[in-house]
């Protein structure tokens, strides 16, 4: 299956070369995940894998990875040798491929031979969330920061294995500046460890069949997945222009207020680019930690971030699953950027460790504005990732962080109900219990769903968790999360989910809620916190959800009775059943209290605080 230069690829190599790709990325995340030690890497699984060209493609397609443009930038291809890592987690030197400091990237090149010398021929990259890099607060997201220089350390893409040798001093320096030195060390260890294994997996395919064909295949991979976006995803948009935007809610800073991201979408099939992506109307640059660096290398970061909202338009949900998200759709899709100084285009240095608020909100704004393009063939909103912690000192004296990133509800989608705690990154959990009771002075007392969370609609939104921890030890609460005012959408009629919160000493005489961005909450020893993620919006209109699957969800604890009448208008007995003749009034009372004017878009009563009293907006109609 050798290759003769400018030669087609051989189809079969081909399906062994894609494999072979997953099969390696597959085991880089395995070995990172058995051999890291932080209960973020290890047991919440916040970390990802990619595989590269050395175009700089992206070639796996499961998840999305950070970028190797930055390294090559600043350590041309010609100075690396077998054996050589890199590293880097600076936002603004990223190229947009990190999005806040705690992401740490290793980079390992992978070499064949051509013309008879080693060259590098494709790079292996890990990046993942570790628990401390410096800055003002354990785990290094203060939520008030006003400048990235509170938030860590900021490592540009450095060398940080030399032919094999580590780089000593740099580690120390690292490590140094950690509150949690030992896991620090021993995951950065675990993920260089891995990709340097994959490199090797990497180079005896390039070695068995030749640097050529290998290539060729590389190309095949990505040419196939752009035709098949354009084909069977992109076709589905009408050609024309679409307006839509949503809001983060708080920056940490200033009191809360709508800050926006707007997506103006037009789709021209006569181009070879037929998707534009604008940006303009953003938001300026949020004072405190929402930033994100997206206008960097023409925005191929977010190009692949925001892809997999588009395999929604594929004709069936199987076939949704099936499409990879690799190099291949970054041809189909222009971005356009509004000028320097906005959420998506901030300034160093501003702040961003909270940037989750801006680049998740991109996701459902762009859910939001192909669902006004296809007639609402899109899902309502999720919100599914949020940090929570507790710190402070064991019985033993030694500091300790339980960080958490939550999941919640996925949004109801046009053909069945959204998931519950879902995470929007794949193969990641909540710790286990177990693992939370062993390890720290904490003891969860309630683990499950989050009563009512899910959007009300004829397809429900997933439900989010409600978890209840107690602490043994005195302790700080941290929190970093959005959609704790606002809601996560309903569309096409259905309502929108139930917001974050957290309350402590739910029930007792200290009850309050927590700000859904804090640092430092205090928790006497013996306190419960009781943590509700959010609902994912619903689809469709409630009154046409049938009896019985309403039933179904009171009976499984996801839906109250009272919020099976108040929400869907149905009237559950005592003993579970309905009362079908109250039930078939009260839903015509329902109906007939309607204007008939309802927005296409259910933004939740939240809204109404942050926008004046409005209810929607004039981009919130079809």
């Known amino acids: 299956m050798s290759l003769t230069e400018g030669a087609p690829a051989d189809p079969v190599l081909v399906e062994i070369v894609a494999g072979t790709l997953a099969a390696i990325e597959k085991e880089v995340e395995t070995s990172i995940g058995r051999t890291s030690r932080s209960p973020m890497i290890r047991d919440a699984h916040d970390f990802r894998a990619g595989i590269h060209d050395r175009q700089l493609r992206k070639l796996t397609g499961r998840s999305y990875s950070a970028l190797v443009h930055p390294v090559v930038r600043d350590h041309p291809v010609a100075t690396m040798h077998p054996g050589d890592v890199f590293f880097h987690n600076d936002v603004y030197l990223s190229e947009g491929g990190i999005g806040h400091l705690p992401d740490l990237c290793v980079t390992v090149p992978v070499f064949a031979d051509v013309d008879g010398a080693p060259a590098v ?22 939520s008030a920061a006003t400048s990235v220089f509170e938030e860590g350390l900021m490592v540009p893409p450095i060398k940080l294995w030399d032919r094999g040798v580590r780089n000593e001093a740099a580690l120390a320096i690292m490590t140094r500046n950690s509150r949690m030195p030992d896991s620090l060390a021993a995951d950065l260890d675990a993920e260089c460890s891995a990709c340097l294994a994959g490199a090797r997996r990497l180079g005896e395919l390039f070695d068995r069949y030749g640097v050529a064909a290998v290539e060729a295949c590389f190309d095949a991979i990505l040419d196939a997945s752009t035709e098949v976006y354009r084909r069977e995803v992109l076709s589905r948009i009408p050609d024309g222009t679409y307006v839509w935007e949503d809001y983060a809610e708080h920056d940490g800073v200033e009191p809360p207020k709508l800050h926006r991201q707007r997506i103006t979408l037009t789709m021209d099939s006569t181009r070879e680019t037929p998707l534009v992506i604008d940006f303009t109307g953003t938001g300026p640059q949020a004072k405190g930690p929402i930033n994100h660096c997206g206008d960097y290398a023409d925005g191929n970061f977010l190009k692949k971030w925001l892809a997999p909202i588009l395999r929604n338009l594929a004709e069936t949900p199987e076939r949704m699953a099936q499409l990879d998200v690799n190099e291949g759709v970054v ?94 990154v794949p193969d990641s959990r909540n710790l286990p219990t177990e693992f939370t009771e062993s390890r720290f002075p904490l003891r969860v007392e309630r683990l499950g769903l989050a009563l009512d969370s899910g959007g009300p609609g004829r397809h429900r939104g997933g439900c989010g968790y409600e978890k209840h921890v107690r602490v043994l030890r005195d302790a700080h609460f941290m929190s970093i999360a959005d959609r704790s005012i606002l809601s996560c959408w309903g569309v096409n009629g259905g309502r929108a989910g139930r917001p974050f919160q957290v309350t402590v000493d739910p029930g007792g005489p200290d009850e309050h809620d927590v700000d859904a961005l804090a640092d430092a909450e205090p928790l006497p020893a013996g306190t419960v916190v009781r943590i509700r993620t959010t609902g994912g919006g619903g689809w469709g209109d409630p009154l046409e959800r049938p009896v019985e699957e309403v039933l179904r969800d009171v009976a499984w604890r996801k839906v109250s009775v009272a919020g099976a009448r108040d929400d869907y208008g149905v009237v559950v007995l005592d003993d ?23 927005p296409f878009f259910d933004r939740g009563p939240g809204y109404a605080l942050l926008s004046g009293g409005a209810a929607s907006n004039e981009f919130d109609v079809l």
Request: hydrophobic residues 35%.
């Open 121 to 142: 021929v494709a790079f292996v990259q890990a990046f993942g969330h570790h628990d401390d890099i410096g800055g003002a607060v354990p785990g290094s997201m203060p």
């Open 331 to 424: 041809p189909l899709i222009e971005m356009r950027f509004p000028e320097k100084g906005t959420l998506l285009t901030p300034v160093f240095p501003a702040p961003t460790n909270a940037r989750t608020f801006v680049i998740l909100r991109l996701l459902g704004v762009l859910a939001g504005v192909l669902a006004k393009a296809t007639g609402g063939r899109m899902p309502a909103d999720q919100e599914t990732i949020r940090y929570t912690g507790v710190y402070g000192t064991d019985s033993d004296g030694q500091p300790y962080l339980m960080r958490e990133v939550l999941g919640g509800g996925s949004g109801g989608r046009w053909y069945a109900d959204g998931e519950d705690t879902i995470h929007v």
């Open 576 to 598: 579970g059943t309905c009362d079908e003749a109250t039930t078939d009034a009260l839903r015509a009372e329902l109906r007939s209290a309607r204007t008939g004017d309802e």
